[in-house]
């Protein structure tokens, strides 16, 4: 994996762990709790992916992920981040998710690409890694999985995804690009949720429903 490849992979799991870090303190969670949560948050997406192509999951073989998660997780406990205010944590939580999804979007279409997936799937690698963990940590936690309720959740993923695609078609390879395609991705999702974007509902009509 290329360097800028390896950060992006490291910044997600950091932005992750966070995110679960924040919604075990919000639920009361005790310490054990809130470091699964942060875990699943973190890997969860990565292993499923590995798991649809048949490979070993990087966490099996690579302490980088590991040790990103615990020190992430001490940094957290030593400046107390759970106490801090709660609309603070509410803007951090967002701009971690997203920082997360759009890391890991790349990261997972980037697996993808290794493998000369089409553009199919290069898109559902990366959606399967950037929201993975984040179902199964809004499912453990009995909450509405973001991916169901944030339009411009998945979404963005997959806008990621196909940008990313076709710039290796075209020769975009190089560190720059990965990294403006990173901040594109992460402006997109952080101005349609303080904007309140979203894409059009499907909804019955009513006035032409007998019942």
Same mark, same amino acid.
């Given at each position: 994996?290329?360097?800028?490849? +390896? ?9 992750? +762990? !966070? ?17 699964? $949560?942060?875990?699943? +948050? ?18 099996? !073989? ?16 030593? !400046? ?36 000369? $997936? ?35 959740? @998945?979404?963005?993923? !997959? ?11 075209? @020769? ?15 402006? $997109? ?23």
């Amino acid at each position: 994996m290329l360097p800028e490849f +390896t950060w992006l992979y490291l910044i997600g799991t950091a932005s992750f +762990t !966070i995110s679960g870090y924040l919604i075990g303190a919000k639920k009361h969670y005790d310490v054990l709790g809130v470091v699964i $949560l942060a875990l699943l +948050t973190a890997i969860g997406g990565g292993m499923i992916r590995d798991v649809l192509v048949n490979q070993v999951p990087r966490v099996f !073989i690579d302490n980088g992920p590991f040790l990103t998660i615990f020190v992430t997780l001490a940094l957290a406990w030593v !400046i107390k981040l759970h106490q801090k205010n709660q609309g603070m944590l509410r803007k951090l939580f967002i701009v971690a998710d997203s920082v997360g999804l759009v890391a890991f979007s790349i990261a997972g279409a980037q697996v993808a690409m290794a493998m000369d $997936l089409n553009l199919f799937g290069v898109c559902v690698l990366a959606f399967v890694t950037a929201v993975g963990g984040g179902l199964v940590r809004d499912m453990m936690v009995n909450d509405v999985p973001f991916i169901l309720h944030e339009d411009f959740y @998945g979404t963005v993923s !997959i806008l990621v995804a196909v940008l990313f695609y076709f710039g290796q078609e075209m @020769g975009l390879k190089a560190a720059p690009w990965v990294w403006l395609l990173f901040l594109l991705g992460l402006g $997109l999702r952080l101005v349609a949720h303080w904007r309140d974007l979203s894409l059009p509902k499907v909804k019955p009509d009513h006035a032409a429903d007998p019942t």
